[in-house]
């Protein structure tokens, strides 16, 4: 991974900007609505920007770059010149006083770059292939686009509004994660079109008690992780611990939730330990074991078990 996604509060943050072309109206587009303090430097602007500078949504330099403008209160630089000189010297002057930069459409002289957005209000999703291939990234927006539904906002804002009331309700985090997994796989909550179909049926969840009972749930590898069924994936979003012998492939536990415990285990002694651990925590458990494998039988004869070969 050669860059490490981050999403940067700029509200209320100084940010600079050198050119005033159309490559610099979608930055700065970006940057304003993000919240930021945009200060641009062109000796001219296109029309978009000179909106914005009368609106009074950013600042303009009327003047050509130099380096006395480069000041350590920005927090991030773009340089969307069309003067690749012109840009690697903004590129120096900003790394000698510790800023940020992106010069765009050179990925060299990057310190960070941004990826393609889809928004559904306060839903983001970034994709990005590190500059490699922009082409693909589109196509994976594209086929996102598609597949998420579009009340994603509608929820999101929802769930920031109960923060208060749901503490109150169950005051552990176990039991609000819980809670909201039970909520956001309900099919009228899947369905919902405004507000009060969500208050209505928030009202009738939080009235019911949020078990807290484990499980145990075996997964077979193999070489394709794409083989994987979707309900497989749907528990390994679920668990809170997995288990996996040293020959499991990265692939599949990197799909398991981030905040999950990850547990290697090297003999049946060892899982045998580690599963009783769980059990008496009333954990929900996966379990990653070689497909066709029948090296663990007697450990799983009580649990679920999901073969890839019902994926195919």
Not at 13 to 29: I, T, Y
Not at 91 to 118: E, K, W
Not at 164 to 183: G, M, N, Y
Not at 268 to 287: H, N, S, Y
Request: with cysteine.
């Amino acid at each position: 991974m050669q860059y490490f996604p981050l999403f940067l509060d700029l509200k209320g943050k100084a940010v600079l900007v050198v050119g005033g072309g159309e490559v610099a109206s979608r930055k700065v587009d970006s940057l304003v609505r993000a919240g930021a303090i945009v200060t641009i430097v062109s000796p001219q602007v296109e029309p978009f920007l000179q909106r914005l500078i009368d609106e009074q949504e950013c600042l303009w330099i009327q003047n050509f770059y130099s380096n006395e403008l480069m000041d350590s209160k920005y927090v991030q630089v773009w340089a969307t010149t069309d003067n690749p000189d012109l840009n690697h010297q903004v590129h120096h002057d900003a790394n000698a006083r510790g800023i940020l930069v992106n010069v765009v459409d050179d990925q060299p002289y990057c310190d960070f770059i941004t990826p393609s957005m889809i928004n559904r209000g306060r839903i983001q999703l970034a994709i990005s292939s590190g500059g490699a291939s922009p082409v693909l990234v589109r196509n994976i927006r594209e086929k996102l686009e598609a597949a998420l539904p579009q009340n994603l906002s509608l929820l999101a804002d929802f769930a920031a509004s109960k923060r208060t009331d749901i503490k109150q309700a169950l005051p552990s985090v176990d039991l609000r994660r819980k809670f909201w997994e039970r909520f956001f796989a309900s099919p009228l909550v899947d369905r919902a079109k405004s507000r009060n179909e969500l208050e209505q049926q928030y009202q009738i969840m939080i009235l019911q008690d949020v078990v807290e009972q484990g499980s145990v749930t075996w997964i077979d590898f193999g070489d394709d992780v794409e083989l994987l069924p979707m309900k497989a994936l749907r528990i390994m979003q679920e668990a809170e611990v997995v288990l996996y012998p040293p020959e499991c492939p990265f692939g599949f536990i990197d799909l398991i939730r981030r905040d999950a415990e990850r547990e290697a285990f090297g003999n049946d002694g060892e899982l045998a330990r580690k599963l009783q651990t769980a059990r008496e925590q009333q954990l929900r458990v996966v379990v990653f074991v070689p497909m066709k494998s029948s090296q663990y039988n007697l450990l799983r004869q009580q649990d679920v078990h999901l073969s890839l070969a019902s994926s195919k």
